[in-house]
């Protein structure tokens, strides 16, 4: 009679452990990666999420990069906008609307990949996935002006490395959205907080 009370002490043991909740999913890493896992590994890593010292910093400074090529490909995209009758008036509008049709496209991606690679290593948003930094970075220069310093570039960088690591409300509360959404989700918002941050400071530092 003891000997069936401890079976059924250490079965509800077990069943009470697989209930808690745990940061580690059921991989479904079989060892052979099609040509869709190399892709969502190539686009959730940004080629510098395996860099072993703070890869989410890495992936916002890839953020910064490609805000730096759109802002650049933008002039001549305009100068043919306007040779087709784009109003003169519409060039921050227009580099603006660049960079939210970019943001989305990352963040789609982002949450494809992060997704995948998610269910392929078995773990609730890996370290590895700095897409949503990148996505992130880049939503924090939406409200700067045309004209900017190198000043507002780092000031925009470290507002949103500050941002998505403190996750104020209600950021770390969209962590625990489903896979790459969960990734991608807190990162936008982190994003979007440092721009209207970003856009005071701008502001500010132009009145005084």
């Not at 079965?11 to 079989?30: A, C, G, I, M, Y």
């Not at 997704?115 to 409200?143: C, F, W």
């Amino acid at each position: 009679m003891n000997q069936t009370k401890i079976e059924a002490a250490s079965l509800e043991e077990r069943v009470d452990h697989l209930k808690q909740p745990s940061k580690r999913r059921k991989s479904n890493d079989t060892g052979r990666k099609s040509l869709a896992d190399h892709a969502a590994f190539a686009i959730a890593t940004c080629g510098v999420g395996l860099i072993p010292l703070a890869p989410g910093t890495w992936g916002s400074a890839v953020g910064v990069g490609l805000f730096l090529l759109l802002n650049s490909a933008s002039a001549p995209l305009y100068s043919f906008a306007i040779r087709h009758g784009a109003p003169l008036a519409s060039q921050l509008s227009f580099r603006n609307s660049l960079l939210l049709i970019f943001a989305a496209i990352v963040t789609f991606a982002g949450i494809w990949a992060g997704s995948k690679v998610e269910r392929r290593t078995g773990l609730e948003d890996p370290g590895l996935v700095v897409i949503d930094e990148v996505a992130g970075q880049l939503l924090a220069y939406l409200l700067i002006p045309l004209s900017f310093s190198p000043w507002t570039l780092l000031a925009g960088f470290l507002v949103f490395r500050l941002f998505d690591i403190w996750k104020p409300y209600p950021i770390r509360k969209l962590e625990v959205l489903e896979s790459g959404l969960g990734i991608m989700a807190d990162d936008i918002l982190a994003g979007l907080y440092a721009a209207v941050l970003l856009s005071i400071l701008v502001t500010v530092n132009v009145l005084t």
